[in-house]
């Protein structure tokens, strides 16, 4: 430990600590410019029945759009934004573009689907944050029905009395709840029937080696006949291939989202994208054409 405690010191004084030191407080300033001057976006991924493949959902994915450095996906600032507490600003912002995406649905004149926003441990951490996203859904109009937030496993499990409290206030007021991320964060099955929410993701680093590993096979298809007796619905991460899709329809998954159906959507191609076609057609002719 001692020597852990000498090595940090030491490299307090190492030249690349120093310039990641400072690259952080550009990034902070950088972030709080952006917050002002609204330079986020939001990408929707489908998130598609694997019985049909129809769109049951999508997930709202943020982007910064960075005035030199163009769209940056969310590993490139998250953290930082999280250190600093700006992804409160940054979350409550978020929240409120997937609801206008809800909006726009209602008055395209297609089926509404829901969006699932993620969240981060700080907004947890507000006390008035149920209240706020009610005032928000009051004011944009929204069923509440159509709002899902992501909470990861790992969140949970680091604030289990908060994220109880928080997620029974939330369900009282009708949003919905899902676990993301699943698997990576230690929970046991007692744990998990504790906390009233809708459904349950299995992280993409369980769905990836599919194919060449009978071990993830096993957990996969283990955690899915779990998760339907909690009576919760089962989303796998990050599809990319067909033998990976048709493996998880075979074990009764119900939802998958990844490249294989789509990547994440500018607004008006999510508005557009209503199914995956390819598993339509496995199915009967009128399912294909209900597809729409
Ligand atoms: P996540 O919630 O697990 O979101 C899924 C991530 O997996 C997204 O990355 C998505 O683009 C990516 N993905 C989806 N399908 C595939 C696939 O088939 N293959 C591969 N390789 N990747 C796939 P993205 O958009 O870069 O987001 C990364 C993470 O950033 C998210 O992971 C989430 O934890 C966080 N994040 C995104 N948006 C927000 C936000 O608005 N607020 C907060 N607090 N966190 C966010
Ligand atoms: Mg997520
Ligand atoms: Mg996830
Ligand atoms: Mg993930």
Redesign the pocket.
């Known amino acids: 430990d001692s020597k852990r405690a000498g090595k940090n010191q030491f490299s307090f004084y190492n030249p690349k600590m120093q310039e990641q030191a400072l690259h952080a407080i550009h990034l902070e300033e950088e972030l709080r410019q952006a917050v002002c001057r609204q330079e986020f976006a939001?990408?929707f991924?489908p998130i598609i029945a694997l019985e049909h493949g129809r769109t049951e959902k999508f997930?709202?994915?943020?982007?910064w759009n960075h005035p030199q450095r163009g769209m940056q996906?969310?590993?490139s600032f998250?953290d930082t934004?999280?250190q600093t507490g700006l992804?409160v600003p940054?979350?409550y912002w978020?929240i409120e573009a997937a609801c206008k995406f809800v909006r726009r649905q209602m008055h395209s004149g297609h089926k509404v689907r829901p969006v699932a926003?993620?969240?981060?441990v700080c907004?947890l951490r507000e006390a008035d944050f149920a209240d706020r996203v009610e005032a928000l859904l009051i004011r944009l109009q929204i069923p509440p029905e159509l709002l899902e937030l992501?909470i990861?496993e790992s969140m949970l499990m680091e604030n289990v009395d908060l994220a109880l409290v928080l997620i029974e206030h939330l369900k009282r007021l009708g949003i919905r709840i899902s676990i993301?991320?699943f698997g990576t964060g230690y929970s046991s099955l007692s744990q998990l029937r504790q906390f009233p929410v809708n459904s349950l993701?299995i992280?993409?680093s369980f769905v990836r080696d599919l194919e060449s590993s009978p071990i993830d096979r096993q957990m996969v298809e283990a955690i899915t006949a779990m998760v339907h007796k909690l009576d919760l619905k089962v989303v796998a991460?990050?599809?990319?291939t067909e033998q990976q899709m048709r493996f998880l329809r075979t074990i009764g998954c119900d939802y998958g989202?990844?490249?294989?159906f789509a990547?994440?959507l500018a607004t008006e191609q999510a508005l557009h994208y209503h199914g995956h076609a390819s598993l339509a057609r496995n199915n009967t002719a009128t399912d294909t054409e209900t597809c729409n």
């Open positions: 939001l990408m991924q997930e709202a994915l943020l982007r996906a969310p590993g998250i934004a999280e992804i940054i979350g978020v926003v993620n969240l981060s907004q992501e990861t993301d991320d993701k992280d993409r991460e990050g599809i990319e989202q990844g490249f294989l990547r994440p």
